[in-house]
Each structure stands twice: as structure tokens, then as C-alpha cells.
């Protein structure tokens, strides 16, 4: 990159502005004067495009999507308002479902992942977005209030990663449940909030369980996580991981994945887990499983891949020697006690430390998509006030639109297979009781 490139890149990804006061303080404008949002420059947008029109390349199920069903316009009436992190690669989804038909509005699930560009160029394209890198945390119920509590805009569909735009809304919105059509979540920590509601009994609306979807946990959660965790450790610390000592907390499939890609540099790797299946895997794959307290003090990195809260506390801190590297690859800081971390001579590097690869997420966004044209049109009854998984035929249907990118040609069954097996020639090839994978956290309700 020439100097006036660097310097160009850099201004824009720069964390830190002249201007330090905060966005919600700002009259927002846009092109076509004041606006329904809240971002950090709108004069970003441009460049925030480009990097949208880069992830569309690598997203081929969404832009499938928008050729096969854009005409039918299946989210034709669908007011749809998210939180997720909001990336290039999000933008993407969230445009498609603009050109289903959808009206959005959307907030970060993140205080630090957002792309402030690529919030900038959804503003322009028509988006309402309260968002941008660095909220505090006041900051951030504030956009996702903003967000939601509109009198002139009320969602029926919420895509949530995490469950904060789900619980505010059980909390101060709650009448808006009365024109919410469904609920679709894609995080381990916003599914166990909906399953205790839905024990509870206080499940308003039928939920669609995006994470523990097959292509969900096979693609996003393993092969993303394999690449991001690599990614983000060398941006922050340029550390070496051959001979280092890494404890990984939870063998789940982002805890696989970390595992693999670590091992794979020559580190090594002890894994820790609650859960016996899970432990057992761990040993046949090659790692040992320890208590993280029983080699704490000679450990270089933690890395946890738990989704639960309280995994690394303030003794396991005191006990860490100097420069541990500890880091999270969660839904948020809830695994580490980062209350206390700054008089710990740690670095904390959290996933959004790296870049989210394209390819990965367009399986996972396309899900979501998915999920929520079936939520929205299901005809009434089908579903129940619960927490259901997304039909496996539609999981099939988004695993089919990224193999032409691999130039991958299936096998089709003859009649004669079809009737043998007992199933339909075009799906769905595996019953609802099959297990892709050999436990999921939804096995343990």
C-alpha cells in the first residue's frame, strides 16, 4: 500500500477521533438532511461501500438469495429490528433482507466490533443503524433503546445475537410482543436466555434456535473460530504460538476449532470442560483435560469457548505469571473477570480483535435470513410460543447455495435408493434425530 493509502486506511479504522464527544450528542445528518440514526461520520460511507461490495463476493447464499427471491418479495411487510455486530459481512444480511422486502432498524450486540465505515454507508443506503466502535456500556443500551423505541415504527420480527435487544424489550417494550411474529437467535448465550423463558413459561413469541443449526455449528463456529482466533492473538500481541502453553476453556465446537488451529502451530494445547462427552472427545482428539486452576501458574495464553459466565476469576489472575495472554471468544467479557484485569499484567484480546472471514459467515447469515422468512410467513399455529430449531430441509437448502462456488456437483439418488432409505430423493437427506455433530448444548435441556 502507497503512504496516502495507508494513511487513508488508517484514518478510517482509526479507533480514536479529534472529536471525543459522543455520537448521541451530535445533530446526525445525512445526504438528505436529518436522520433516524445514530453513527460515529457519515462522510465515511463510501469507503464503509467498498468494503460491503468486497464481502458480497465472498457471500454467495445471500446473493442467491436476493437473485431467486427478490422477485416474490418474501419479507414483503416484515419490520425487522436486530442486534448484531455490525460488519461488512453483516451488512450484507441486513441488505438482503432489505431486498426481500424487509424494513430494518439495527443496533450493535458489541461495543467493539463495530465497523464504523459500514455503518455509515447502511445509513446512507437507507438503513437506520445506532451504532459505533467504542460505546460505553450507558452508550449502548441507549442505541438499542433508540433502536426499538420508535412511536413511529413497530418491529414484528427481532434477529438478536446475544439476547440484550430480546431482553430489553421483555423489559421495557413489552406491549411489542403483541405484533411480534418470532424471535431469531444466533448465539449460545441468547438461546440459554429464551430456553429459561420458555421453562418459565414467559416465552411471548415462537423462538428460532439459529445456533444449533447444523451449518451453524459445523461451518461458523468451528471453521471461523479455527481462522479468527490465529488472527486476532497475531494482530494484537504478534505472539509466537509454536511451544506455548495454552489452556482453551470448553471443547464445543469454537473450542474445537481453537484447539485445531493452535495445536496445528506447534502449541501446546490443555483443554478444560465441564461436560464428560465433551472431555472425552478432547482426549482422543490429543489434548489433555485439566482443572484451568491445576497449571495456572505456568500457562502463556487462556482462551475461553464457554458461552457461561465467571471462568476466569480473579484468582486464576493473581496466580498467572507476567504477559498471559487471556482472551475471550464469547458472545461478550462475561467468561472473564475483567473488572479486576487492570492490575493484572495481562493482555485481554477479544474477538473482535479480528476480522470475521466472508465465506464463513454468508452460511451462518444466510440461516438467519432463512429463519426469518419462515418465522414470518409460517401460517398460524404452526408454531408455538417455544424455541424451535430452523427445519432441516433449510438447512440442506443454504449448504446447497455455497457449493457452486467449489465447483461441487452432488450425487443424486435413484428412485429405487430413495425408497430404500426412506426419504425424499431431494431431501431432507437426514432425519431430525441424526447428530452432525456428537453433542450439542441443546442435548443438555
Not at 413489552?174 to 411474529?181: A, I, V, Y
Not at 431469531?184 to 436466555?193: D, Q
Not at 484480546?349 to 479480528?354: G, N, Q, R, V
Request: hydrophobic share 40%; charged share 20%; net charge neutral.
Amino acid at each position: 500500500m502507497s503512504q496516502s493509502s495507508t494513511d487513508s486506511f488508517a484514518s478510517v479504522h482509526s479507533d480514536t477521533s479529534d472529536d471525543e464527544s459522543s455520537p448521541r450528542d451530535k445533530l446526525q445528518k445525512s445526504t438528505k438532511g436529518p436522520s433516524d440514526f445514530c453513527i460515529k461520520n457519515i462522510s465515511q460511507a463510501d469507503f464503509g461501500r467498498k468494503e460491503i461490495e468486497m464481502a458480497e463476493q465472498e457471500m454467495p447464499a445471500l446473493m442467491n438469495l436476493r437473485k431467486r427471491a427478490g422477485g416474490e418479495k418474501p419479507l414483503a411487510g416484515a419490520k425487522v429490528v436486530g442486534c448484531t455486530h455490525i460488519t461488512a459481512q453483516t451488512a450484507v444480511l441486513i441488505e438482503t433482507l432489505a431486498a426481500l422486502g424487509a424494513q430494518c432498524r439495527w443496533a450493535a450486540c458489541n461495543i467493539f466490533s463495530t465497523q464504523n465505515a459500514v455503518a455509515a454507508a447502511l445509513v446512507k443506503a437507507g438503513i437506520s443503524v445506532f451504532a459505533w466502535r467504542g460505546e460505553s456500556e450507558d452508550e449502548f443500551w441507549w442505541c438499542i433503546d433508540h433502536c426499538v423505541g420508535t412511536e413511529t415504527w413497530q418491529p414484528n420480527m427481532v434477529l438478536d445475537d446475544g439476547g440484550d435487544l430480546t431482553d430489553w424489550i421483555y423489559k421495557k417494550y413489552p406491549e411489542l410482543f403483541k405484533n411480534l411474529k418470532g424471535v431469531v437467535e444466533e448465539s449460545i448465550t441468547g438461546i440459554y436466555r429464551l430456553y429459561q423463558l420458555s421453562k418459565a413459561g414467559r416465552l411471548s413469541v415462537p423462538a428460532m434456535n439459529v445456533n444449533d443449526s447444523v451449518t451453524k455449528q459445523k461451518f461458523d463456529n468451528l471453521y471461523f473460530c479455527k481462522e479468527s482466533v490465529l488472527e486476532g492473538l497475531k494482530r494484537t500481541t504478534d505472539i509466537m504460538f509454536g511451544g506455548k502453553q495454552v489452556v482453551v476453556c470448553g471443547y464445543g465446537e469454537v473450542g474445537k476449532g481453537c484447539c485445531a488451529a493452535l495445536k496445528a502451530l506447534g502449541a501446546i494445547v490443555y483443554v478444560t470442560e465441564v461436560d464428560p462427552i465433551c472431555a472425552l472427545q478432547a482426549c482422543m482428539d490429543g489434548f489433555r483435560v485439566i482443572k484451568l486452576s491445576e497449571i495456572v501458574r505456568h500457562i502463556d495464553m487462556v482462551i475461553t469457548c464457554t458461552g457461561i459466565k465467571n471462568v476466569v476469576m480473579r484468582e486464576h489472575l493473581d496466580k498467572m505469571k507476567n504477559g498471559c495472554i487471556v482472551c475471550n471468544m464469547g458472545h461478550s467479557s462475561s467468561e472473564i473477570d475483567l473488572v479486576k484485569t487492570h492490575v493484572v499484567c495481562a493482555c485481554i484480546a477479544a474477538l473482535t480483535c479480528s476480522t470475521v472471514p466472508s465465506f464463513v459467515l454468508s452460511i451462518t447469515a444466510a440461516t438467519q435470513a432463512m429463519a426469518l422468512i419462515e418465522l414470518y410467513n409460517a401460517p398460524e399455529g404452526r408454531y408455538n410460543k417455544d424455541v424451535y430449531l430452523l427445519p432441516k430441509k433449510m438447512d440442506e437448502y443454504v449448504a446447497s447455495l455455497h457449493l457452486p462456488i467449489f465447483d461441487a456437483h452432488l450425487t443424486e439418488l435413484s428412485d429405487d435408493q430413495a425408497k430404500y432409505m426412506g426419504i425424499s430423493k431431494h431431501g431432507p437427506f437426514k432425519p431430525n434425530y441424526y447428530r452432525h455433530k456428537l453433542l450439542s448444548h441443546i442435548d443438555k435441556h
